[in-house]
């Protein structure tokens, strides 16, 4: 008799990693119990030891977004910086860094809050959190108020760009331009050793 190998013992982490996969290749409608399930090689019944339902699943997707990119997001804003243009390149580690913000995974809850009151309300949240978070950055650094909501719309909403449009750069080329971008948003080119000390980090 052929021996079978064993199911992985199953994890909450699991489904949930199993749920993101999901959710990023064929959106919140492929979000299943059972489409999980075979997926892991596991029971269905197994879900039920980890989750109420399918909607705390969700509650649970929706959470890690929110810690894993908008908590990060705005952590890197508050990062101790000499000048703007250092701040800024903080902030550009997040674009450059997925252990920092998870574009595909931005993108997915996008396109779930099309459909979802609820979450739409969270995402708007999340995008008013965003925007604050860079508008005091900018507001420490000097910048008026005015100033600083405009510089802190335009950064957001360019990066909102580049993942609803799925830009595809080769490495090298975005990040040579990242120097430009952070010139832009501060209004004032920075320093040599800002940006050796930014490529430094993504080499």
């Not at 052929?2 to 990693?17: E, F, G, I, S, V």
């Not at 760009?161 to 920075?190: C, D, K, N, T, W």
Request: include cysteine; proline fraction near 4%; charge should be neutral.
């Amino acid at each position: 008799m052929t021996a079978h190998p064993a199911r992985p013992r199953a994890t909450k982490d699991m489904w949930l990693n199993a749920a993101y996969d999901l959710l990023i290749c064929d959106g919140i409608e492929a979000v299943k119990v059972m489409p999980l399930a075979k997926r892991l090689n596991l029971t269905r019944t197994g879900f039920y030891w980890y989750f109420q339902d399918i909607s705390e699943l969700h509650a649970a997707m929706i959470t890690r977004w929110e810690s894993r990119n908008t908590a990060q997001l705005v952590a890197r804003c508050r990062k101790q910086a000499i000048s703007i243009c250092e701040a800024l390149f903080n902030l550009m580690d997040c674009w450059l860094d997925p252990a920092l913000f998870d574009a595909p995974l931005d993108l997915a809850i996008r396109n779930w809050a099309r459909v979802d009151e609820g979450l739409s309300r969270r995402l708007a949240a999340a995008d008013a959190a965003r925007i604050g978070a860079i508008a005091d950055m900018f507001a420490r650094h000097g910048y008026t108020a005015e100033q600083s909501e405009v510089r802190s719309l335009t950064v957001v909403y360019t990066q909102i760009g580049y993942i609803s449009m799925q830009v595809q750069e080769p490495p090298a080329e975005r990040l040579a331009r990242v120097r430009h971008y952070v010139e832009l948003f501060a209004g004032s080119a920075p320093a040599d050793h800002e940006v050796e000390a930014f490529l430094k980090r993504h080499r």
